[in-house]
């Protein structure tokens, strides 16, 4: 971790992803207070699989017609 204040940001913005991949994560401070967390591309994150999230997720009982319908009486 690197920390930088906006003066040292904007000076090294041209080589802010040397700064990231030499540091791992920069800290950017204004005025001695963290404003901003930088932090690399995570390349390795699997993609969700949304048939499993749907195996998982409970289904309702109540058609979502009839919810529609009775959020709209409501009005």
Do not use: F, Y
């Not at 906006?6 to 204004?30: K, Q």
């Not at 409970?58 to 409501?74: F, G, K, N, Q």
């Amino acid at each position: 971790m690197k920390a930088l204040n906006i003066r040292e940001m904007r000076a090294n913005l041209g080589r802010l992803d040397e700064l990231v991949d030499e540091a791992g994560e920069l800290i950017i401070h204004r005025h001695g207070q963290p404003i901003a967390r930088v932090l690399p591309v995570s390349r390795d994150r699997q993609r969700p699989n949304h048939a499993d999230l749907r195996q998982r997720t409970a289904r309702i009982a109540t058609p979502s017609v009839d919810l529609i319908r009775s959020e709209r009486d409501e009005r």
